[in-house]
């Protein structure tokens, strides 16, 4: 996914860095850690791997209560536990997979983006936003009361290539396991923690389709809206997809509470095989008649994200086809100027234009917010700072890449589907395993 956004997450205000980075991480690949991460082990693990240890049984509580509770960053924290017990600990498993942070804040303290190296030298990021409380009713309570969202990423990399996104250009590293899925926020719990405050919300729209990386996604959301683990109600966590239609059943099957997103970001087929290319495989109607059997099951609305890019997909025609898309729906569109991201040649849409497609929608049946985007200068959009990191694509490919990208818009517009693609890797985003079900 690309485009943090939450509810609340309206337009307004500049963007400015007011920090450097307290380290500078480069990606370096080597081997993984072996050892498991403990935050993401399932259930009965612990228990097996104390009583292969001789070790009694309320031993694992102490160790859950000391990655939930009191958040240990090591096993060396866990002080209830004898020092030897700690030391097997530590050669078994590991209380942090997330090997260190360079964190960057923007927007006058409001958005903190965090680029993390794991074990292996890949780099992923999580986006850390911040709203404060807005409005007052007659008895002077807050009627949007504070919040504190955090982004996660649930790959490093994405195969699912969308070229307005800097993770796409990436291309895919791998899957996250379900630990580091969850330190992403524990790292996060860890800051808000120091300043008396905690986490609100958790989304996943970073790097990576969570969709293609589902049963470690499913664990961690387990985890997250477990009371003895991180405590935060499903209804606060949203979980976003780019259209992995059986990956969206399946979630349809389990009812679940959390919210589902959809990053459509085009109503037109043709267009969104270009912005989107996993399109291709599961086309608008297809992805739109999921989502709508999932708000019909659940209850729960619908959120789709739109990022509006300049002369590309913000065009009355497009208002309009959205508009008939979702007329009637439980749904609700985000509206997200496209962030700079290096190597594209597209922009964001002015303001005029996003506030006159969203009336536009508004005028179509569609309820509509115009989202802002936080950290423009911290490298806002996603994997922007990873693919910093990564090196610079030789100029003759990327000369090469926004020439396509042109060509393609341009055959999009008039309604072609038969241009050059951009090269996809789709059978990896299209795995055996996600695809069967
Ligand atoms: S390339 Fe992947 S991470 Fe980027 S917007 Fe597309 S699905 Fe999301």
Sequence with gaps: MTEPSAPGDELAGATTSERAPS???????????????????????????LAAEGQPAYRAKQIRDGVWRQNAAAVEELLTLPAALRSRLDAAFRA???AADEVTVSDKGLTEKTLHLLSDGALIESVLMHYPAR?????GRPVHRERHTLCI???????????????????????????????????????MTARGGHLTNVVFMGMGEPLLNLDRVLEAVEA??????????????????????????RLTQLNPQFTLAISLHAARDPLRDVLVPLNRRWPVSEVVAAARDHARKTGRRISYEYVMISGVNDTDVD???????????????????????????????????????AARLHDGGVGATVRRNRGQDAGAACGQLAADRAGEPPAPAV????????????????????????PVDLEAAVSPRTAAR
């Excluded at 500078?24 to 009965?44: E, F």
């Excluded at 000369?399 to 951009?422: F, K, P, T, W, Y």
């Design 23 to 49: 380290v500078t991480l480069r990606a370096q690949r080597h081997a993984k850690d072996p050892r498991p991460g403990l935050s993401g082990l399932p259930d009965g693990a612990l228990e097996a791997w």
């Design 96 to 98: 942090d997979t997330i």
């Design 135 to 139: 409005g007052r009713d007659d008895a």
């Design 153 to 191: 990423s649930s790959q490093a990399g994405c195969a699912v290539g969308c070229p307005f996104c800097a993770t796409g250009e990436l291309g895919f590293g791998r899957d996250l396991d379900t630990a580091e899925i969850l330190d992403q926020v524990r790292h996060a719990a860890r800051r």
């Design 224 to 249: 997250l809206s477990d009371p003895e683990r991180f405590g935060l109600g499903a209804r606060h966590v949203v979980i976003s997809t780019s259209g992995v239609v059986p990956g969206i059943r």
């Design 319 to 357: 208002a309009d086809a959205l508009a008939a898309l979702l007329r009637g729906d439980l749904a609700h569109v985000n509206l997200i100027p496209m962030n700079p991201v290096a190597h594209t040649p597209w922009q964001a849409s002015s303001s005029e234009r996003v506030t006159h497609f």
């Design 399 to 422: 000369a090469h890449r926004r020439d396509l990208i042109v060509r393609q818009s341009e055959a999009a517009l008039r309604g072609d589907r038969n241009v050059e693609r951009l």
